[in-house]
Antibody, heavy 115, light 107 residues
Framework: EVQLVESGGGVVQPGGSLRLSCAASGFIFDNYAMHWVRQAPGKGLEWVSLISFDGSSSYYADSVKGRFTVSRANSKNSLFLEMNGLRPEDTALYYC????????WGQGTLVTVSS | DIQMTQSPSSLSASVGDRVTITCRANQGINNYVAWFQQKPGKAPKSLIYGASSLRSGVPSRFSGRGSGTNFTLTISSLQPEDFATYYCQQYKSYPLTFGPGTKVDIK
Protein backbone atom coordinates (compact mmCIF):
# COMPACT_ATOMS: atom_id res chain seq x y z
CA GLU A 1 0.00 0.00 0.00
CA VAL A 2 1.31 3.43 -0.95
CA GLN A 3 1.91 5.66 2.06
CA LEU A 4 3.04 9.28 2.05
CA VAL A 5 3.62 11.01 5.38
CA GLU A 6 4.43 14.71 5.49
CA SER A 7 6.12 16.42 8.41
CA GLY A 8 7.93 19.62 9.31
CA GLY A 9 5.08 22.08 9.32
CA GLY A 10 4.62 24.66 12.03
CA VAL A 11 4.25 28.34 12.84
CA VAL A 12 6.89 30.68 11.44
CA GLN A 13 7.25 34.43 11.23
CA PRO A 14 7.16 36.24 7.89
CA GLY A 15 10.57 36.02 6.25
CA GLY A 16 11.35 32.79 8.05
CA SER A 17 12.20 29.34 6.77
CA LEU A 18 10.90 25.80 7.10
CA ARG A 19 11.86 22.44 5.65
CA LEU A 20 9.07 20.00 4.90
CA SER A 21 9.63 16.27 4.51
CA CYS A 22 7.58 13.51 2.92
CA ALA A 23 8.36 9.90 3.83
CA ALA A 24 7.29 7.43 1.16
CA SER A 25 6.66 3.71 1.40
CA GLY A 26 4.82 0.95 -0.42
CA PHE A 27 6.26 1.66 -3.87
CA ILE A 28 9.60 2.01 -5.64
CA PHE A 29 10.23 5.64 -4.78
CA ASP A 30 12.98 6.31 -7.29
CA ASN A 31 10.74 5.28 -10.19
CA TYR A 32 8.35 8.19 -9.72
CA ALA A 33 8.22 11.96 -10.00
CA MET A 34 6.85 13.65 -6.89
CA HIS A 35 4.83 16.80 -6.29
CA TRP A 36 4.10 19.32 -3.57
CA VAL A 37 0.59 20.78 -3.61
CA ARG A 38 -0.85 23.22 -1.09
CA GLN A 39 -4.27 24.30 0.07
CA ALA A 40 -4.84 27.54 1.95
CA PRO A 41 -7.56 27.40 4.61
CA GLY A 42 -10.97 27.23 2.95
CA LYS A 43 -9.48 27.51 -0.54
CA GLY A 44 -8.79 25.30 -3.51
CA LEU A 45 -5.74 23.30 -4.48
CA GLU A 46 -2.56 25.00 -5.72
CA TRP A 47 0.28 23.08 -7.31
CA VAL A 48 3.65 24.11 -5.85
CA SER A 49 6.44 22.01 -7.30
CA LEU A 50 7.48 18.80 -9.04
CA ILE A 51 10.75 16.91 -9.03
CA SER A 52 11.60 14.21 -11.53
CA PHE A 53 12.22 10.62 -10.48
CA ASP A 54 15.98 11.09 -10.35
CA GLY A 55 16.02 14.68 -9.11
CA SER A 56 17.54 15.99 -12.33
CA SER A 57 14.60 18.27 -13.14
CA SER A 58 12.34 20.43 -11.01
CA TYR A 59 9.53 22.86 -11.67
CA TYR A 60 7.82 25.51 -9.57
CA ALA A 61 4.74 27.66 -9.43
CA ASP A 62 5.50 31.32 -10.10
CA SER A 63 4.28 32.16 -6.59
CA VAL A 64 7.15 30.22 -4.98
CA LYS A 65 9.89 30.35 -7.60
CA GLY A 66 13.16 31.60 -6.15
CA ARG A 67 11.98 31.02 -2.56
CA PHE A 68 11.21 27.28 -2.44
CA THR A 69 13.49 24.40 -3.40
CA VAL A 70 12.36 20.82 -3.91
CA SER A 71 14.77 17.91 -3.46
CA ARG A 72 14.71 14.20 -2.83
CA ALA A 73 16.83 11.48 -1.24
CA ASN A 74 16.02 8.30 -3.12
CA SER A 75 18.17 6.19 -0.81
CA LYS A 76 15.91 7.28 2.05
CA ASN A 77 12.59 7.28 0.16
CA SER A 78 12.19 10.92 1.09
CA LEU A 79 11.02 14.13 -0.55
CA PHE A 80 11.76 17.61 0.78
CA LEU A 81 10.61 21.18 0.33
CA GLU A 82 12.91 23.93 1.57
CA MET A 83 10.88 27.10 2.05
CA ASN A 84 12.60 30.44 2.53
CA GLY A 85 11.31 34.00 2.64
CA LEU A 86 7.94 32.78 3.85
CA ARG A 87 4.95 35.10 3.47
CA PRO A 88 1.52 35.09 5.12
CA GLU A 89 0.05 33.93 1.80
CA ASP A 90 2.13 30.75 2.06
CA THR A 91 -0.06 29.65 4.97
CA ALA A 92 -1.56 26.35 3.86
CA LEU A 93 -1.75 22.62 4.27
CA TYR A 94 1.09 21.17 2.20
CA TYR A 95 0.62 17.78 0.56
CA CYS A 96 3.10 15.56 -1.21
CA UNK A 97 1.75 13.46 -4.07
CA UNK A 98 3.10 10.61 -6.19
CA UNK A 99 3.68 10.60 -9.96
CA UNK A 100 2.88 12.99 -12.76
CA UNK A 101 -0.87 12.43 -12.45
CA UNK A 102 -0.89 12.76 -8.62
CA UNK A 103 -2.10 9.23 -8.07
CA UNK A 104 -1.62 9.18 -4.29
CA TRP A 105 -1.52 11.93 -1.65
CA GLY A 106 -0.35 12.23 1.91
CA GLN A 107 -2.45 13.75 4.69
CA GLY A 108 -0.60 17.04 4.66
CA THR A 109 1.39 19.18 7.06
CA LEU A 110 0.20 22.63 8.11
CA VAL A 111 2.38 25.68 7.62
CA THR A 112 1.29 28.92 9.27
CA VAL A 113 3.14 32.14 8.52
CA SER A 114 2.23 34.77 11.05
CA SER A 115 3.82 37.33 13.33
CA ASP B 1 -0.13 29.33 -18.02
CA ILE B 2 -3.05 27.05 -18.75
CA GLN B 3 -6.24 28.18 -17.01
CA MET B 4 -8.78 25.58 -15.92
CA THR B 5 -12.39 26.52 -15.29
CA GLN B 6 -15.16 24.36 -13.85
CA SER B 7 -18.89 24.59 -13.95
CA PRO B 8 -20.97 24.70 -11.98
CA SER B 9 -19.11 25.98 -8.92
CA SER B 10 -21.63 24.16 -6.76
CA LEU B 11 -24.66 21.98 -7.17
CA SER B 12 -27.29 20.37 -5.03
CA ALA B 13 -28.40 16.88 -5.93
CA SER B 14 -30.22 13.90 -4.50
CA VAL B 15 -29.07 10.35 -3.98
CA GLY B 16 -29.53 8.51 -7.25
CA ASP B 17 -29.19 11.59 -9.44
CA ARG B 18 -26.90 11.69 -12.46
CA VAL B 19 -24.38 14.50 -12.01
CA THR B 20 -22.06 16.00 -14.61
CA ILE B 21 -19.27 18.50 -13.91
CA THR B 22 -17.59 20.33 -16.77
CA CYS B 23 -13.96 21.42 -16.92
CA ARG B 24 -12.50 23.61 -19.65
CA ALA B 25 -8.92 24.52 -20.46
CA ASN B 26 -8.02 27.75 -22.23
CA GLN B 27 -5.76 25.85 -24.61
CA GLY B 28 -5.49 22.30 -25.84
CA ILE B 29 -4.16 19.80 -23.35
CA ASN B 30 -4.81 16.55 -25.23
CA ASN B 31 -6.05 14.18 -22.53
CA TYR B 32 -3.73 15.28 -19.71
CA VAL B 33 -6.54 15.82 -17.23
CA ALA B 34 -7.08 14.32 -13.83
CA TRP B 35 -10.07 14.51 -11.51
CA PHE B 36 -9.91 14.52 -7.72
CA GLN B 37 -12.48 14.19 -4.96
CA GLN B 38 -11.97 15.94 -1.63
CA LYS B 39 -14.08 15.55 1.47
CA PRO B 40 -13.90 18.03 4.37
CA GLY B 41 -10.76 17.59 6.44
CA LYS B 42 -9.37 14.93 4.13
CA ALA B 43 -6.67 14.80 1.48
CA PRO B 44 -7.72 14.80 -2.17
CA LYS B 45 -8.29 11.40 -3.73
CA SER B 46 -7.47 10.66 -7.35
CA LEU B 47 -10.48 9.41 -9.32
CA ILE B 48 -9.52 9.65 -12.98
CA TYR B 49 -6.37 10.30 -14.99
CA GLY B 50 -5.77 10.64 -18.69
CA ALA B 51 -9.23 12.22 -18.93
CA SER B 52 -11.05 8.87 -18.83
CA SER B 53 -9.00 6.21 -17.03
CA LEU B 54 -10.54 5.18 -13.73
CA ARG B 55 -8.18 4.65 -10.83
CA SER B 56 -8.13 1.21 -9.31
CA GLY B 57 -10.74 0.91 -6.57
CA VAL B 58 -12.84 3.86 -7.76
CA PRO B 59 -16.49 2.87 -8.30
CA SER B 60 -17.59 2.49 -11.90
CA ARG B 61 -20.36 5.09 -11.42
CA PHE B 62 -17.58 7.66 -11.94
CA SER B 63 -16.55 8.33 -15.52
CA GLY B 64 -14.55 10.93 -17.37
CA ARG B 65 -14.64 12.08 -20.96
CA GLY B 66 -13.08 14.67 -23.19
CA SER B 67 -10.01 15.73 -25.06
CA GLY B 68 -8.47 19.00 -26.15
CA THR B 69 -10.14 21.72 -24.11
CA ASN B 70 -13.45 20.27 -22.88
CA PHE B 71 -13.78 17.59 -20.23
CA THR B 72 -16.51 16.12 -18.06
CA LEU B 73 -16.77 14.09 -14.90
CA THR B 74 -20.02 12.18 -14.54
CA ILE B 75 -21.40 10.35 -11.54
CA SER B 76 -24.08 8.08 -12.93
CA SER B 77 -26.01 7.54 -9.70
CA LEU B 78 -24.99 9.78 -6.81
CA GLN B 79 -24.36 7.98 -3.54
CA PRO B 80 -24.24 9.46 -0.02
CA GLU B 81 -20.45 9.09 0.09
CA ASP B 82 -20.07 11.15 -3.11
CA PHE B 83 -20.97 14.45 -1.51
CA ALA B 84 -17.66 16.29 -1.73
CA THR B 85 -15.73 18.87 -3.73
CA TYR B 86 -14.36 17.83 -7.12
CA TYR B 87 -11.34 19.33 -8.86
CA CYS B 88 -10.01 18.93 -12.36
CA GLN B 89 -6.32 19.43 -13.07
CA GLN B 90 -4.14 19.62 -16.14
CA TYR B 91 -0.73 18.02 -16.25
CA LYS B 92 0.10 18.84 -19.87
CA SER B 93 2.51 21.65 -19.04
CA TYR B 94 4.07 23.56 -16.16
CA PRO B 95 2.89 25.15 -14.04
CA LEU B 96 0.33 22.47 -13.41
CA THR B 97 -3.05 24.02 -12.68
CA PHE B 98 -6.25 23.00 -10.94
CA GLY B 99 -9.77 24.11 -11.56
CA PRO B 100 -11.46 26.07 -8.77
CA GLY B 101 -13.56 23.11 -7.68
CA THR B 102 -17.20 22.05 -7.77
CA LYS B 103 -18.95 21.41 -4.47
CA VAL B 104 -21.62 18.73 -4.60
CA ASP B 105 -24.01 18.80 -1.68
CA ILE B 106 -27.26 17.23 -0.65
CA LYS B 107 -30.50 18.67 -2.00
Amino acid sequence: EVQLVESGGGVVQPGGSLRLSCAASGFIFDNYAMHWVRQAPGKGLEWVSLISFDGSSSYYADSVKGRFTVSRANSKNSLFLEMNGLRPEDTALYYCAKDYSLANWGQGTLVTVSS
Amino acid sequence: DIQMTQSPSSLSASVGDRVTITCRANQGINNYVAWFQQKPGKAPKSLIYGASSLRSGVPSRFSGRGSGTNFTLTISSLQPEDFATYYCQQYKSYPLTFGPGTKVDIK
